[in-house]
């Protein structure tokens, strides 16, 4: 049953470790309490739709190995997942239309390791130049690799001149980019296709030689620069 301020009040085991708000759209998982380490996010809760992923929810989750997001859900909040350290795995975030900020920020899942002596020894998960980008679903949730920032020496001629040249095209049929989540990044080029429908907030904040950003048909909504 519900309380008179909108929070679920949860009677099964099976989603005893959730807490929760309700609104008119659905529900929103506020806070994990539970100790899992496979954890399968419930699509419904007391009937209702479980829409949304609250800022923080799972925040510094040590237990953390996998989630399982269903297609009900389509935010996931600022540092929702944040610095869940050993988080492997996630599934499922079919439906996704916007990830805040640094929302799988720290964990192994990031990196596409299965342990931090891993990422530690292999210098390329680090310092290789490049970017991988990092899908849930077809939803940009993060990235891997190393760019620097706009001020690094050796992106310039001993005159001061920029040289750096880096062009970041976006596959077809991603459907978003978490927030900010380009933001500071010496890239000098992006290609995004029309499957994106919404350029989030301060996607390419700050990229300070960012010359051509190419936007296909098909793009609805742009972000807050």
Same mark, same amino acid.
């Given at each position: 049953?519900?309380?008179?301020?909108?929070?679920?009040?949860?009677?099964?085991?099976?989603?005893?470790?959730?807490?929760?708000?309700?609104?008119?759209?659905?529900?929103?998982?506020?806070?994990?309490?539970?100790?899992?380490? @496979?954890?399968?996010?419930?699509?419904?809760?007391?009937?209702?739709?479980?829409?949304?992923?609250?800022?923080?929810?799972?925040?510094?989750?040590?237990?953390?190995?996998?989630?399982?997001?269903?297609?009900?859900?389509?935010?996931?909040?600022?540092?929702?997942?944040? $610095?869940?350290?050993?988080?492997?795995?996630?599934?499922?975030?079919?439906?996704?239309?916007?990830?805040?900020?640094?929302?799988?920020?720290?964990?192994?899942?990031?990196?596409?390791?299965?342990?931090?002596?891993?990422?530690?020894?292999?210098?390329?998960?680090?310092? @290789?130049?490049?970017?991988?980008?990092?899908?849930?679903?077809?939803?940009?949730?993060?990235?891997?690799?190393?760019?620097?920032?706009?001020?690094? $020496?050796?992106?310039?001629?001993?005159?001061?001149?920029?040289?750096?040249?880096?062009?970041?095209?976006?596959?077809?049929?991603?459907?978003?980019?978490?927030?900010?989540?380009?933001?500071?990044?010496?890239?000098?080029?992006?290609?995004?296709?029309?499957?994106?429908?919404?350029?989030?907030?301060?996607?390419?904040?700050?990229?300070?030689?960012?010359?051509?950003?190419?936007?296909?048909?098909?793009?609805?909504?742009?972000?807050?620069?």
């Amino acid at each position: 049953y519900s309380d008179n301020q909108g929070y679920i009040l949860l009677n099964w085991d099976s989603v005893s470790e959730f807490e929760c708000s309700v609104s008119d759209g659905g529900v929103t998982i506020t806070e994990y309490t539970g100790s899992g380490s @496979e954890v399968v996010i419930p699509a419904t809760i007391e009937g209702k739709p479980v829409v949304s992923i609250g800022a923080e929810a799972f925040y510094e989750c040590a237990s953390l190995r996998s989630v399982t997001i269903p297609s009900s859900v389509t935010n996931i909040g600022d540092y929702a997942f944040g $610095e869940c350290r050993e988080l492997r795995e996630v599934k499922g975030g079919e439906n996704l239309a916007r990830v805040g900020y640094d929302a799988f920020y720290g964990t192994l899942f990031l990196y596409g390791a299965d342990s931090w002596d891993e990422v530690y020894e292999n210098e390329d998960y680090e310092n @290789e130049y490049g970017l991988d980008l990092v899908y849930v679903g077809n939803f940009i949730v993060g990235k891997r690799g190393w760019l620097g920032e706009c001020g690094n $020496e050796e992106y310039y001629d001993e005159d001061g001149n920029w040289i750096w040249e880096y062009d970041l095209e976006i596959r077809e049929g991603t459907t978003g980019i978490a927030d900010g989540l380009f933001e500071e990044l010496p890239i000098t080029s992006v290609t995004v296709p029309g499957s994106v429908k919404r350029i989030p907030e301060y996607a390419f904040a700050a990229c300070c030689h960012l010359k051509n950003l190419i936007l296909d048909e098909g793009i609805e909504e742009i972000g807050a620069c």
